[in-house]
């Protein structure tokens, strides 16, 4: 998605994207990214939180008003949870067994091929 | 929905507390799974910029996803499901932001232990663009959304899939477009 915003962009549209990979879009570098700390899949605001998405649509809209320049990112002053424990969890090795990294790496495999096959279907 | 509490801007936070390093912990993750050739992500130091020309609430605005409309026969695709790459698409398609479709991310990594997906506008606002219209905030819509494929390689997505997108939303007549990944 951070490619599509450089090439719009690039083109005389300009763009804003909404997140929650920070890292991922600023590696990329995009004009502007509305972040919000949550955990991947809501970019577009807390589920079944009306006022969330209204704001984080707002934020982004401003976003887009008002950057001053390229690489502008704003980050999403509502919180996911009071607590941030969450953030340790997404792929964390701590936890995973050996046996419990070898079956993942085979579901991984298994997930690929897939996906192989369903990109062959569409070309 | 949950903000900073009155006085809790006073405090310092917990030395974690901050945006998930997403690259650093996919690298780890699929070293220790034993892969030796890690993904590399798309890096630029060049960034373009286009200001807005005109103002947001005469504005037609683009919107550009990478939610999947529902394939049937591609297994379980709904709130919860587990990753589901037969549910993954690689054509840029279009779709009516007067009817869409349901839209489900069942083909992506996201966050399956702390969210569910149970609800589309947390990643796929056309409700909120559609209120924000109503309340004349943006101009309007354009006629049609466009669903940009996840998981190509950073060639192919620039060779194809975005001078395409840029082609569909020059024929709308956006004047400035929201993208949003899932």
């Known amino acids: 998605m951070s490619l599509a915003a450089r090439h719009l962009e690039a083109h005389g549209i300009p763009t804003v994207i909404m997140g929650c990979a920070k890292d991922i879009v600023e590696h990329c570098g995009v004009p502007r990214l509305l972040f919000s700390d949550f955990p991947l899949g809501n970019s577009a605001g807390r589920p079944f ?3 969330s998405q209204a704001l984080t649509l707002e934020l982004a809209l401003r976003l887009l008003e008002s950057a001053p320049a390229a690489r502008t990112t704003v980050q999403s002053p509502i919180r996911w949870s009071s607590d941030p424990s969450w953030k340790r969890d997404y792929l964390d090795l701590t936890t995973l067994s050996p046996e419990t990294l070898a079956e993942r790496r085979r579901e991984f495999d298994e997930v690929k091929a897939v996906a192989r096959t369903r990109r062959a279907e569409s070309s | 929905m949950s903000t900073a509490k009155p006085g809790a801007a006073a405090g310092p936070a917990p030395v974690d507390d901050v945006p998930i390093p997403y690259m650093q912990r996919t690298r780890d993750y699929y070293v220790a799974l034993g892969y030796d050739d890690p993904y590399r992500w798309a890096h630029f130091v060049e960034v373009p910029f286009t200001p807005l020309r005109v103002p947001l609430r005469q504005a037609r605005l683009g919107f550009v996803t990478t939610a999947a409309p529902y394939r049937p026969g591609a297994g379980d695709q709904g709130p919860g499901a587990p990753y589901n790459a037969a549910a993954k698409f690689y054509q840029l398609y279009s779709a009516s932001t007067a009817s869409a479709p349901e839209l489900f991310i069942s083909h992506v990594g996201y966050d399956r232990r702390h969210t569910s997906a149970a609800d589309p506008n947390a990643y796929f606002p056309l409700r909120q663009l559609r209120d924000a219209v109503a309340a004349g905030r943006v101009g309007g819509l ?33 004047e400035a477009a929201l993208l949003v990944p899932s």
């Open chain 1, 49 to 51: 939180d009306v006022e």
């Open chain 2, 142 to 174: 354009a006629s049609r959304f466009h669903g940009l494929p996840t998981n190509r390689s950073h060639r192919t997505t620039l060779e194809a899939d975005v001078p395409e997108l840029l082609r569909r939303c020059q024929e709308d007549g956006v």
